[in-house]
């Protein structure tokens, strides 16, 4: 008899978690946390998802790279494919470059409905105003609609190795101030016999990238819209030409030391941390810097800086997001709404809560900011925390130029290395010439880059 009370009791156990499997809503996100992970950033970010899993059992998040939805890389062309396909996840990831491609091929569903459930406050918090042009504008029924959420602000910033600018003589506290001490600089840490090079450019169509930060601070704009709210290309300005002209400095210069001889720039597919810690690499780069994570690497060996000021003395960079949205094929209502669930706390008061939380218990906390510490509860271990990184950061997005948003401008970068390339291989362009000869040369170059530009990424036919 007990027997068979133990057996019904097993098949009704059983059957009752088969039941409420079935009654989950099941979301597919293009990326969830690593549960493997022992990087304790990625560790609080997991718990960040158990947290929601906690507040929202009826919701079942599937990463869709486990799914199949998604190959394993975590690459735009990878996600651009599968959207076109229709085969992408519930839940995607874009940022400010991509948005008015997806909006306008109808990759996204309108969030409206949802960003009017949320509070005055939690909206400005979420959605800077440097970010809302991005987030929320017309779509292709001519309507301004919210299209996608932003997740960590991050910006632009100059990482440089503080045991190269030692070797160099130079003063690890003092990162250079403008583009002069930015070139003198990357000449003196530059050494052919230990492979130490000045600094970075990418290689083929994304060195426009590398070269976005020079743009900004010559004062150039990449895109610009008419008051008939057309977009059009206009990085051929003389403040363009003054960011190309220093860029193509930078790369046709060489240092010479003993027999060996080597650029200051060194090229490269990938702007990665294989610098940090090599004996060897790269002196000064430029990469992306978020509040929460900013100090994620050692200070002792990386020091931080400002994007060198151009020669108006503005400093300005690339400011950004990793954006969330809904992929507008997926029609379930039941879905939408788990969907928007996880967007709307993945980066809310209480994820970030759980993040600091966890940096604390694994003490890991000097990888955050000052800030963010005293925010949620931890003021004795934020006054151990240094402020001039915090400021720093501060003053750059306050300084920072939007990544390009305007039509079609998920190929920008292409765009903007085209010219570049092709002055590098121009014989009749060299360093040596006359200045005056030499920059209209390079507006020559940017001039037509800027035609082709506006035929084909704008679709805008030449008179």
């Not at 609080?44 to 947290?51: E, G, N, S, T």
């Not at 105003?129 to 309507?143: S, T, Y």
């Amino acid at each position: 008899m007990r027997r068979d009370i133990r057996a019904a009791v097993l098949v009704f156990v059983s059957m009752a978690s088969v039941l409420a499997a079935a009654d989950k809503v099941i979301v597919s996100v293009s990326s969830l946390p690593d549960a493997k992970s022992t990087y304790p950033p990625s560790i609080a970010d997991y718990r960040v998802l158990k947290r929601f899993q906690e507040l929202h059992p009826e919701i079942e998040l599937r990463n869709a790279k486990e799914d199949e939805r998604l190959p394993s890389e975590d690459s735009e062309s990878a996600l651009f494919r599968a959207l076109q396909n229709g085969t992408a996840p519930d839940v995607i990831w874009l940022n400010f470059r991509l948005a008015d491609t997806y909006i306008q091929r109808g990759f996204l569903a309108p969030l409206d409905a949802y960003v009017a459930e949320m509070r005055v406050d939690e909206l400005a918090e979420r959605v800077p105003d440097v970010m809302k042009p991005v987030v929320h504008r017309a779509g292709a029924d001519g309507q301004q609609h919210w299209w996608a959420m932003p997740g960590e602000l991050f910006v632009v910033m100059l990482q440089y190795r503080r045991d190269f600018f030692v070797k160099a003589g130079l003063d690890p506290d003092r990162p250079p101030g403008d583009w002069k001490q930015f070139k003198d600089y990357a000449m003196k840490v530059t050494n052919p016999r230990t492979e130490i090079y000045g600094t970075l450019f990418l290689d083929g169509e994304h060195v426009g990238w590398s070269l976005y930060p020079f743009l900004c601070s010559a004062g150039a704009q990449v895109m610009t819209r008419s008051p008939d709210e057309a977009w059009q290309m206009s990085f051929d300005s003389p403040e363009a030409v003054d960011a190309y002209e220093f860029a193509y400095d930078l790369a046709k210069t060489r240092v010479d030391k003993g027999a060996k001889s080597s650029p200051i720039v060194e090229r490269s597919s990938v702007n990665g941390d294989y610098y940090r810690e090599a004996d060897t690499g790269i002196a000064m780069l430029f990469t992306y810097v978020t509040r929460d994570r900013l100090h994620d690497f050692d200070p002792k060996l990386i020091g931080i800086g400002l994007i060198p000021k151009g020669p108006t003395g503005k400093s300005s960079t690339e400011v950004n997001s990793r954006m969330l949205a809904i992929y507008a094929r997926q029609q379930d209502p039941k879905v939408r709404r788990a969907a928007w669930e996880w967007i709307r706390f993945v980066y809310s008061e209480e994820a970030r809560r759980v993040r600091v939380r966890t940096l604390v218990e694994l003490d890991a906390w000097r990888t955050t900011s000052a800030s963010v510490l005293k925010r949620f509860g931890f003021s004795e271990l934020a006054r151990q925390i240094p402020e001039g990184r915090e400021k720093l950061f501060d003053q750059a997005v306050a300084q920072a130029t939007p990544e390009p948003y305007g039509r079609n401008a998920m190929e920008v970068y292409k765009y903007l290395s085209l010219p570049f390339d092709e002055m590098l291989r121009d014989s009749s362009l060299t360093p040596d010439m006359p200045k005056d000869k030499r920059r209209a040369r390079i507006q020559e170059i940017l001039h037509k880059a800027v035609k082709r530009a506006d035929e084909e990424m704008l679709g805008i036919k030449p008179e």
